[in-house]
């Protein structure tokens, strides 16, 4: 079937401008999870979503980032007033927990973007 | 606080050579473990999880907890093997802290 996919796959921004990363994760998946990935750096947890439950925004760097996901699936990364710094990869990954194997997180193939 | 380090950004091996990707964390209580890996050109991917004690691709993890390590081992390398590895944590709640990666070359 078809894993997690991303949209857009590349994004060029000017820097004070707001962007939306999509994520649709794998049908059925409860749990999502967005990370940032920087040139050189590993991947940096953004936030995660479980199921109905509050979702962990522990790791996002400043008010400027949001996310939501809507009906349970589909997930949106806002990034408003984009700085420089806020170029990176942004991964999305989905799981299920299964009893016999653990947790599995899918990842997409992330959404790269590039603020001028 | 969790953290992980992987000490190598680089590590270069000659096919047919033994391999170990080190990793080393910092936790508190029990973690859970892994290892994914991202080849050229395609997605991350989970390769192997401390819980599962399997081997996968001829690679095997063991925790340690004494020295806080969980490096990734490989008897012989193969040039296919060449990508790059993360290794994860899991600690007390759902999210996941990632080391910064090794990339593995395994040169013919």
């Known amino acids: 079937g078809a894993g997690v996919s991303q949209s857009p796959s590349n994004k060029v921004t000017e820097k004070g401008k707001d962007v939306e990363l999509r994520c649709d994760p794998i049908?059925?998946?409860?749990?999502l999870y967005w990370y940032r990935q920087s040139l050189g750096q590993g991947l940096e947890f953004l936030i995660y979503?479980?199921?109905?439950?509050?979702?962990?925004k522990s790791g996002l760097p400043s008010d400027r980032f949001s996310a939501e996901r809507t009906g349970g699936s589909v997930s949106t990364l806002t990034i408003q007033r984009t700085q420089q710094e806020d170029s990176a990869v942004y991964l999305c990954?989905?799981?299920?927990?299964?009893?016999?194997?653990?947790?599995?997180?899918?990842f997409g193939p992330g959404t790269r973007l590039l603020v001028l | 606080a969790q953290r992980v380090t992987q000490p190598e950004k680089l590590l270069s091996v000659f096919k047919g050579a033994p391999v170990e990707l080190k990793c080393n964390y910092s936790?508190?209580?029990?973690?859970?473990l892994f290892w994914y890996v991202q080849y050229s050109r395609q997605r991350l991917q989970l390769l192997l999880r401390?819980?599962s004690r399997e081997s996968i691709k001829g690679f095997t993890a063991d925790l340690n907890k004494g020295e806080t390590s969980f490096h990734l081992k490989k008897p012989f390398a193969q040039e296919e093997d060449s990508a790059m590895y993360y290794c994860?944590?899991?600690?007390?709640?759902?999210?996941?802290?990632f080391g910064p990666g090794t990339r593995l070359s395994v040169l013919p």
């Open positions: 990954a989905s799981s299920s927990l299964n009893r016999g194997s653990g947790e599995t997180q899918y």
């Open positions: 049908s059925g998946h409860t749990a």
């Open positions: 979503f479980q199921g109905n439950s509050a979702p962990d």
């Open positions: 936790y508190s209580g029990s973690p859970e």
């Open positions: 401390h819980i």
């Open positions: 994860a944590l899991r600690g007390g709640g759902q999210n996941f802290v």
